[in-house]
């Protein structure tokens, strides 16, 4: 499943994200889900009861239960038999786990995407750097984390190696809140900017040892702090 833009979804009503016989209705109301856990519109430990949402969503409730059950496969929801769905409240330990490994895996497809990206595909990730930057610059945040995230994906993707891909994927969307979150609450905005900057550079440069540890040290130092409850920077 392709990673999401959370801005498409949550600024639409949700009859217009969720309808009736549509292809794809499991996938539609898991996105609309996913996206209000990612945002905090639905915070760790709450009920999504299923009757309530099947109103507002204006579905049935068996592609409702589908669609819970995607997320909890993705680890953003509990499923219990007697609470029901819950939205997961992950772990300090467990968030620091798994953004160590998340920042393994990121440093690993670099160093592939050096060796393998053509010149056209540097270009691109230029291209995408250039309008996070604008969107720094207006102080566009939300826009910002969505060009953010489709760089890291892009880069990953790039590797072109799918088992990673895949374990990117996966572990991507249960930090995805995390993620979001802490491009809320960042308050050394511009050292994250200056950080990408390097990664850029060392792609330009097709240094894949140098964007490794670029990487892993952008990611690194959010996960830590945001896993041992410090300030965010």
Known sequence: MPFLMFAYYVNMPMEEVVQPNQPGLVEKVANYLREHIVMDHFQPGQRLPERTL???????????????????????????PNRGAVVADVSPADMKEKAYVLSVLEQAAAELTCANASDE???????????????????????????????????VALSGNTTLIDMHANLSRQLYRVRYLSNQKNEKWATAMEEHEAILAALEARDGERVGHELRNHLGKTWVKYANGEPLA
Do not use: C, W
Not at 60 to 80: C, D, Q, Y
Not at 145 to 155: K, T
């Open 54 to 80: 099947a109103v507002e969503l204006q579905v049935s409730r068996t592609p409702l239960r589908e669609a819970l059950k995607i997320l909890a496969a993705e680890g953003l929801v509990v499923i219990s």
């Open 121 to 155: 595909d540097i270009a691109e990730l230029q291209a995408l750097h250039y309008e996070m930057k604008a969107a720094f610059l207006r102080r566009d945040r939300q826009n910002y984390f969505r060009l953010n995230q489709d760089i890291h994906n892009r880069i």
